[in-house]
């Protein structure tokens, strides 16, 4: 008499590739079956189904799988015996036409066998635990063919966030992605999920992930994670002008203790803009001037009044007075008063004669020869007065 029990495999290739799934979880320690009491034997079938190697990919067990082991969790005082190991790999003995098979005797009536992978060098890659009704009859309606999902054992995470870095003030959705890993490096996939939770825990020493309800948009302190996830997360952007990180760390227990990978959010400043500094224009070279060549002086005529200046008591009636112009080759100047109403002159060659007009205060007589030189008395009605000599030099 035989109890089936049919484990249904995808296959990566003829190894039997598997990648781990969920089901139950772990039931103990395996036991082997008791020596007294009724027994049957219950024949494990793990299927390979070759023809379909290449087109599909792993879904439940790991592609690195080389046994399964089976065994049963016996109820004190059952006597242990050593457990069922199935070798999957290419060529196995016990694989024959796409399936490989074993047997182990059970007491008649509910057991529960855990069921373990493993790789080529005998690290644990899965694990999970079913129950059997084991029957002594053989007939159809007693053989119990149950299709069962394991767990995977995870010995490194990948843990990462996308984007990592946002700006500050300005509100962003990020993704934290969360994969284990089993002994060969395997990413574990669904359906199923992780042999033990991975737990995640955040620290946020700035609050920048704080929302308006008061409540942290990173996810909660003890969270547990079962299968591959994405977790979305919500940068509010509450405050703006404030840069840190927060961290989210994933921690899971491996074979050999606690595995553990951290994501660091970064909220940073937006960066300070750098001016362009204007290109410095090229200088067009000036072409170089010729100098205009610069003419003998002329001497200047010693251009003289006499006197420079004239002071009368009063205004007209008043007797009048003269000064004279010379210059060496000037016959005769000219004279121009400032104010007639105070003083008026009449040029005769060299000589000028200036008449008091009916105007206290001052006058200005300018002397021209001419020739660009000139000369100026000065006249006071009335006052004595500071007289000024302006002399000009004359034009050729």
Known sequence: ????????????????????????????????????????????????????????KPKYLSPNTASVTVALVAVPPATPAPPLTINVTSGASDCSGGTCSGTLSAPIGQQQFVVTTYD???????????????????TSANVNSLTMTINGVATALQFSASPSTVMSGVPASITLTLNALDATGAVILAPGGYAGPVTLTQSDPNNLFTQTSGTSALPPNGTQVYTPATIPVTYPGLVTGIAGTATVTATATGPSGPITQTVTLTVALPPT?????????????????????????TPTP??????????????????????????????????????????TVTPSGTTFTVTAGATQGTAFITVSDGLGGHATVTVNVGASQTITIQSGSRTP
Not at 125 to 132: D, I
Not at 273 to 293: D, G, L, R, V
Not at 316 to 335: C, D, I, N, R
Request: with cysteine.
């Open 120 to 138: 080529s060098k005998g690290d644990v890659l899965s694990t999970g635990a079913v129950t059997v009704n084991v029957s002594p009859s053989s």
């Open 1 to 56: 008499m035989k109890n089936l029990l049919s484990f249904v495999f995808v296959a990566l290739s003829m190894l039997a590739g598997f990648s781990a799934c969920g089901g139950g979880g772990s039931a103990g320690t395996p036991q082997a079956a008791p020596t007294n009491g009724a027994i049957a034997p219950v024949e494990f079938t793990v299927n390979v189904p070759i023809t379909s190697a290449i087109a599909r």
């Open 273 to 297: 803009p750098t001016p362009n500094p204007s290109a410095t224009p090229t200088p067009t070279p000036m072409p170089t001037a010729t100098p205009t060549p610069t003419p003998s002086p």
């Open 302 to 343: 010693n251009f003289l009044v006499t006197p420079n200046t004239l002071n009368f008591a009063g205004p007209a009636p008043q007797p009048t007075q003269t000064f004279t112009a010379s210059e060496s080759g000037v016959p005769s100047f000219t004279a121009v008063s400032s104010n007639t109403s105070i003083a």
